[in-house]
């Protein structure tokens, strides 16, 4: 095969791999939607859990507040 096969494939490898050499992420923007929309969903349930568990008065104001923005309310 020779030193310039074996150059070519190591060139080849390296292209295919590259992301992996880098570092890159390889997310997508769909991934980062679904994950920032669990995170969303995720600290609705928590509130909502607070509310069944000890009542809406217990929410502060900051919790109203995130709880009015989750729900869709501004």
């Known amino acids: 095969m020779g030193i ?3 150059l070519i494939i190591v060139a080849i490898l390296v292209y295919l791999f590259r992301n992996s050499f880098t570092g ?6 769909e991934d980062r939607y679904n994950a920032a929309r669990n995170k ?3 600290e609705l349930d928590n509130l909502l859990d607070k509310i069944n568990r000890h009542g809406i008065d217990s929410l502060t104001d900051y919790e109203r507040k995130r709880l009015d923005e989750l ?3 501004k």
């Open 4 to 6: 310039f096969g074996t």
């Open 24 to 29: 890159r992420n390889l997310e997508t923007k």
């Open 40 to 42: 969303r969903l995720e």
């Open 71 to 73: 729900s869709g309310k």
